[in-house]
């Protein structure tokens, strides 16, 4: 089993769409959740942190549930510019974050 | 710099040949981390820098693989005899240290051994 696993997707949505993404963790002892997003043939970038409490970025929501090992991100309202794929990541004990394969968006008008 | 900077950005060598890959890190970050990104695939971690210190080489693939950091600053990743499945993109981040985990990406070396 993975360690970060989440649906390889592709998600295609409609511009103004809401989507959501899942992901699950393996390790339970993983102390910070992140979510990047990484643009084709591009570099990935820190999207957001993901707190146990939830946490909200304009459109983006991100929630974390540590009892299930699930984090999610909410996109509200999709622009094209948010087609990417999103990667969700963890960091465990040691000091790799570990990465999920991505979740490929495409949000077309 | 503004960013992390690797070079070259594409390289493309033949089976058994030796390869190097550069990173430079944002200015004062003391934390630096390889990884590799094969297509469709996604990020592996390799190894990672505290200062000129890799605590954890766990993840780098196999005896041919091996990197170093002088300065504290930049490092290179080395890979001896060259496979095909060494074919990826090779992705350098920094962070202001280990505790702070946003890491910032280089554009990456995209390596092909033919």
Request: proline share 4%; aromatic share 10%.
């Amino acid at each position: 089993r993975k360690e970060v696993e989440q649906d390889p997707g592709p998600f295609n949505v409609p511009e103004g769409a809401t989507v959501a993404f899942n992901c699950t963790y393996s390790n339970s002892a993983s102390q910070s959740f992140f979510w990047y997003r990484q643009d084709c043939r591009k570099e990935p970038k820190l999207l957001m942190s993901v707190y146990s409490s939830g946490n909200e970025d304009g459109r983006f929501t991100a929630q974390l549930n540590r009892a299930s090992q699930y984090i999610s991100l909410l996109i509200r309202d999709s622009k094209l510019s948010d087609s990417a794929t999103y990667l969700c990541v963890v960091r465990g004990t040691t000091n790799k974050l570990v990465f999920g394969a991505g979740t490929i968006l495409r949000v077309k008008s | 710099g503004a960013g992390v900077s690797q070079s070259p950005s594409n390289k493309v060598t033949e089976k058994g040949k030796d390869v190097e890959l550069r990173c430079d890190p944002i200015s004062g970050h003391t934390a630096l981390y390889w990884y590799r990104q094969s297509l469709g695939q996604g990020l592996e971690f390799l190894i990672y820098f505290q200062g000129n210190s890799a605590p954890d080489k766990s993840g780098l693939p196999s005896d041919r693989f091996s990197a170093e950091r002088t300065g504290g600053s930049v490092s290179t990743l080395t890979i001896q005899r060259t496979q095909q499945e060494d074919s990826a993109v090779y992705l350098c981040a920094s962070s202001l240290d280990l505790r702070l985990n946003t890491q910032y990406f280089g554009p990456g070396t995209r390596l092909t051994v033919l």
